[in-house]
């Protein structure tokens, strides 16, 4: 199976910051990966499909790029809402798999 | 709009197994391949497999093959997974939901698998 490895696990960041949350999968996967958005108590939210493409009704503060191994997920000026752990999925081979998540907490 | 509507939380025991629903709303039920995921404090999310509404024809993840059954019932437009042989490490929230970008997800139903 791929293995996706998330880092960091956890940040602190503040209002206004800019963010950057990295991916990296144990292969190859072109550029099949999505990125989640998960509350506590709710379910995850697509917010980038295709490595890089915004989903519909998602704020254009988010973007996604990479290609390959290597991922990344920047939210370019941090929102009250924005506070959440954030997952990537490939959906390139079976078993698909998720990183292990990243929460971003309130500094 | 589209809806997925899961069953309520369920408590078993080591051993047993374990049945959620999933229906659909708001679209054609066959249009969109529906996946379980499910949700534990151990292992974070984790993809167990699909079910093609349509055919029926269902893709499950290595390491629950032989333990789970997806099934589909396009009369209620009602989606099916059941695990069987639940262990402790079972305990999980169990997602319906789309993985695509129709994103839509379930609620979630807690499984608790304890003695």
């Known amino acids: 199976a791929i293995q996706m490895t998330q880092s960091p696990s956890s940040l602190s960041a503040s209002v206004g910051d800019r963010v950057t949350i990295s991916c990296r999968a144990s292969e190859g996967i072109r550029n099949v990966l999505a990125w989640y958005q998960q509350k506590p108590g709710k379910a995850p939210k697509l917010l980038i499909y295709?490595?890089?493409s915004l989903q519909s009704g998602v704020p254009s503060r988010f973007s996604g790029s990479g290609s390959g191994t290597d991922f990344t997920l920047t939210i370019s000026s941090l929102q009250p809402e924005d506070f959440a752990t954030y997952y990537c999925l490939q959906d390139y081979s079976y078993p698909y798999t998720f990183g292990q998540g990243t929460k971003l907490e309130i500094k | 709009q589209v809806q997925l509507v899961q069953s309520g939380a369920e408590v078993k025991k080591p051993g047993a197994s374990v049945r959620v629903s999933c229906q659909v709303s708001?679209?054609?039920?066959?249009?969109?391949?529906i996946h379980w995921v499910r949700q534990t404090p151990g292992q974070g999310l984790e993809w167990m497999g699909w079910?093609?509404?349509?055919?029926?024809?269902?893709k499950y993840a290595q390491k629950f093959e032989g333990r789970v059954t997806m099934t589909r019932d396009t009369s209620i437009n009602t989606a099916f997974m059941e695990l069987s042989r639940l262990r402790g490490d079972d305990t999980a929230v169990y997602y319906c939901?789309?993985?695509?970008?129709?994103?839509?997800w379930g609620q979630g139903a807690l499984v608790t698998v304890t003695s």
């Open positions: 708001g679209y054609s039920f066959t249009d969109y391949y």
């Open positions: 939901a789309f993985i695509s970008s129709f994103d839509h």
């Open positions: 295709a490595a890089s």
């Open positions: 079910i093609n509404p349509d055919t029926g024809r269902t």
